[in-house]
């Protein structure tokens, strides 16, 4: 039986790699204006990236598992990208729902990417 998607090293390692990923263009962002003028998109992709890998690594079989991992991976980076850039000034409080609901959706769109890709090669 397969772990459940919120406890798997695969949602641990994309969530991770989610969140290095978007710390790095928070950061860059920060000193460097036209980083900054693409958070939204860069922040949405990131977090797209996360939920594929986390289809990827994870193997899930189940479309709602990939999905749910998904959502988690680039929920949860978004969300850390986010408060480090409110805590650095760069952009409002309100970011934090709005930014992390937009990105939590990308994450699932990514896994549900992830997981057709993941059944053509296998």
Same mark, same amino acid.
């Given at each position: 039986?397969?772990e459940?998607?919120?406890?798997?090293? $695969? +949602?641990?390692?994309?969530?991770?790699?989610?969140?290095i990923? *978007?710390?790095?263009?928070?950061?860059a962002?920060?000193?460097?204006?036209?980083? %900054?003028? *693409? !958070?939204?998109?860069?922040g949405?992709?990131?977090?797209?990236?996360a939920? +594929?890998? #986390?289809?990827?690594?994870?193997? *899930?079989?189940?479309?709602? %598992?990939? %999905?749910? @991992? @998904? &959502?988690v991976?680039? @929920?949860?980076? $978004? #969300? +850390?990208?986010?408060?480090?850039s409110?805590? +650095?000034?760069? &952009?409002?409080?309100s970011?934090?729902? !709005?930014g992390? $609901?937009g990105s %939590?959706a990308?994450?699932?769109?990514g896994?549900l990417?992830g997981? #057709? #890709?993941?059944?053509?090669?296998a």
């Amino acid at each position: 039986m397969p772990e459940p998607a919120s406890s798997s090293p $695969a +949602l641990v390692k994309s969530t991770v790699a989610g969140t290095i990923l *978007q710390l790095a263009m928070v950061i860059a962002g920060h000193y460097t204006p036209a980083i %900054a003028n *693409q !958070f939204a998109i860069g922040g949405m992709t990131i977090s797209g990236i996360a939920g +594929l890998l #986390f289809s990827l690594w994870s193997g *899930q079989k189940a479309t709602m %598992a990939a %999905a749910e @991992g @998904g &959502v988690v991976a680039g @929920g949860v980076s $978004a #969300f +850390l990208g986010i408060l480090v850039s409110h805590l +650095l000034g760069d &952009v409002p409080a309100s970011v934090l729902g !709005f930014g992390t $609901a937009g990105s %939590a959706a990308s994450g699932a769109i990514g896994a549900l990417v992830g997981k #057709f #890709f993941a059944s053509k090669t296998a």
